[in-house]
């Protein structure tokens, strides 16, 4: 069994909606799509005449109108779905879904930023703790693990356009770096560097200011992670810059679950 997964911070799923979000999951046919930043409940959302058929969607949006939210829109029913807000400690940020399947275990996730005040940044490297703590306990009993979304930091230099002048901007900062570091050590395999080790010029997010996807001036700071037991049916990781719609593209793995 082929599965294919697309992450995609839509920056407002209405939004993204009324820019073609429908036909563009139509296009990239995937079975399975983790969308962050909803900022939105599922009835605010118009689906329409070209709504994609086939899927069933479960939704954490966050308790703050306009804010946050996760969503996973899925062609194979999963098992059982945990909403990360009301069955673990995740805050009423609406940031995870959980979905489990015979196979594998999937957590859509919407990493806190930590760019407003030092305060977030605090509460983003405690998020990062405590989510790396869950998913070894998670594997601990036998699951297998893959997550993706928005992880909100670039891991090396190769993973943004201008390095140097971002060394002190969250995002890019020494100790959210080494947690991505962290994850790796515990058995998590970055699934597009296991493919692309030393391709450079490959992003997920550019600012909206000064043309900065025109230009090709981005992060990379969406990903997909898997856990060693599934690495080796991992069979392509990939990014999508030329899918418009938010501020990020969508990102991608194909898994050969057979």
Known sequence: MKVKIISWNVAGMRAAVRKGLWHKMKEIDADIYCFQEVKARPEQVELGFDYPTGY???????????????????????????????????????????????EFTLLNVYFPNGKRDKGRLDYKMKFYDYFLKYINELRDRGEKIIFCGDVNTAHQEIDLARPKDNELVSGFLEIERKWIDKVIKNGYVDTFRMF???????????????????????????????????????????????????DHCPVGIEIDLS
Do not use: M
């Not at 898997?226 to 810059?241: G, N, R």
């Open 56 to 102: 069933q969607s479960y939704w954490n949006p966050a308790e703050k109108a306009g804010y946050s939210g996760v969503a996973t829109f899925t062609k194979n029913e999963p098992k059982s779905v945990i909403v990360g807000d009301r069955t673990n400690d995740w805050g009423d940020e609406g940031r995870v879904i959980i979905t489990k399947f015979d």
């Open 196 to 246: 692309n080790p030393a391709v450079a010029g490959q992003y997920s997010w550019w600012s909206e200011r000064s043309g900065a996807r025109k230009r090709n001036v981005g992060w990379r700071i969406d990903y997909f992670f898997v856990d060693e037991s599934l690495k080796d049916k991992v069979k392509s990781a990939f990014i999508l810059p030329n899918v418009e719609g938010s």
